[in-house]
């Protein structure tokens, strides 16, 4: 496993994050058309068939729900697959350091001070456990 493909694996969880809050914003924005105040009526148009636009909003509401419940579920798997390769490393600093900063989505400036180190420090410990967990995955395939 390279540099960059350790990068990549511990990435996943940030990647599913942002999906599961790119199709919320999605969800919300489609469920906010819905409101009586979003509704127009031209009184001006004239058309033999009607247009059932409310229908296709509740489809397609429906359809990135759907999207959304997968993604959590893949963000799950994700967490347990990293969370199981990092607990291989030697070392508890470095095993924090990538679980509060990979899945916790902690800066690190913020996990420097809970464990009482300088930032500079705790991306040097980052930088490290990265190497060992390229080292430590480079069997399982993840």
Partial sequence: MTTNEAYVALG???RHDNNIRRLTRTIESLRSSLTPGAVRYD???VDS???NVMEA?????DEYEREL???YTLRAQACLRLDAEINKLPKAQERQVLIEFYI????????ADGMGITPRHCFRIRK???E???EVCDGTGL
């Avoid at 909003?57 to 509401?61: R, S």
Wanted: aromatic share 6%; no cysteine.
């Fill in 132 to 134: 060992m967990f390229k």
């Fill in 49 to 51: 068939t009607p247009q």
């Fill in 104 to 111: 916790g989505k902690i800066s690190i400036p913020d996990i």
């Fill in 128 to 130: 490290n456990a990265v």
């Fill in 69 to 71: 419940a997968e993604e």
């Fill in 57 to 61: 909003l509740f489809a397609k509401i």
């Fill in 43 to 45: 009184k001006d148009r």
């Fill in 12 to 14: 996943s969880v940030r």
